[in-house]
């Protein structure tokens, strides 16, 4: 499959186009505590300076990789009330949506974890229809890593290379209920990660004897230098 095909479509109502802020690829969302925090941290159990995750490049492949869904607008939060300021021009889908959250009734997450009576269920409304190239689904989920948000959004997956002519919303805990302040337009509201749809099998082994060496020898090598994972195993993803 060429580049060209590895594309999402995103598209929204001509009338919004400039009114809506668009997706953005994940990696030009990087959150500022990440970009400030050092690369180095004094470790007091082994008493020397370790690594900090800013160079895991696990972690930061999972925050940067696929697109972000931003908040179409200021989301003002005082005391548990939710308010809003967002005047949608009238559009060729409907007229009537016009809120950047609804809400959710608790009985939908009933005997599930997020059930509960101190439990704030709602919904970021998504104003993007997105097409994922054939054999693709969609896992949309609470952006990586970042659990300073003051809510959570729920995982789901979808075959968004059928299902292309609606929205896909994202219901979401909101988890911090003391928060009060301004959730601001552009704050990633969920992170969408293309995945080609196959039919996984599971094999239980174990490992021979020449297999138990090379891992023995990577992990002495790993203890002894840096960045031998960046180097070595990590795959180009952009």
């Known amino acids: 499959m060429s580049r060209d095909e590895m594309t999402l479509v995103f598209r929204c109502p001509r009338e919004l186009v400039g009114v809506l802020p668009p997706?953005?690829?994940?990696?030009?969302?990087?959150?500022?505590?990440?970009?400030?925090?050092?690369?180095?941290?004094?470790?007091?159990?082994?008493?020397?300076?370790?690594?900090?995750?800013?160079?895991?490049?696990?972690f930061i492949d999972a925050m940067t990789y696929g697109?972000?869904?931003p908040l179409p607008c200021d989301l003002k939060v005082a005391h548990g009330e939710f308010s809003w300021d967002f005047d949608l021009p009238v559009n060729s889908v409907n007229n009537f949506w016009r809120s950047p959250i609804s809400f959710h009734d608790a009985s939908q997450v009933?005997?599930?974890?997020?059930?509960?009576d101190d439990r704030l269920l709602i919904?970021?409304?998504?104003?993007?229809?997105?097409?994922?190239?054939?054999?693709y689904s969609l896992l949309f989920t609470h952006p990586v890593n970042r659990p300073e948000l003051p809510f959570v959004t729920l995982t789901g997956l979808v075959?968004?290379?059928?299902?292309?002519?609606?929205?896909?919303h994202f219901p979401a805990h909101w988890r911090d209920v003391n928060f009060n302040g301004v959730l601001p337009k552009g704050t990633p509201v969920a992170q969408c990660i293309p995945v080609k749809r196959?039919?996984?099998?599971?094999?239980?082994?174990?490992?021979?004897?020449?297999?138990?060496?090379?891992?023995?020898?990577?992990s002495r090598t790993?203890?002894?230098?840096?960045?031998?994972?960046?180097?070595?195993?990590?795959?180009?993803?952009?």
């Open 23 to 58: 997706p953005i690829p994940a990696v030009q969302g990087l959150p500022d505590w990440f970009k400030a925090m050092p690369q180095k941290s004094f470790n007091m159990i082994t008493q020397q300076e370790s690594q900090t995750v800013k160079r895991c490049p696990p």
């Open 67 to 69: 697109f972000l869904i």
């Open 110 to 116: 009933v005997g599930t974890p997020y059930h509960g």
């Open 123 to 135: 919904k970021f409304n998504n104003f993007w229809t997105i097409e994922a190239p054939a054999g």
């Open 159 to 168: 075959d968004s290379d059928l299902y292309t002519h609606n929205r896909v």
């Open 198 to 218: 196959d039919l996984w099998t599971m094999n239980i082994d174990v490992l021979s004897d020449e297999d138990a060496i090379r891992v023995r020898d990577l």
């Open 222 to 238: 790993i203890s002894r230098e840096t960045g031998i994972y960046r180097r070595r195993f990590r795959a180009g993803k952009r």
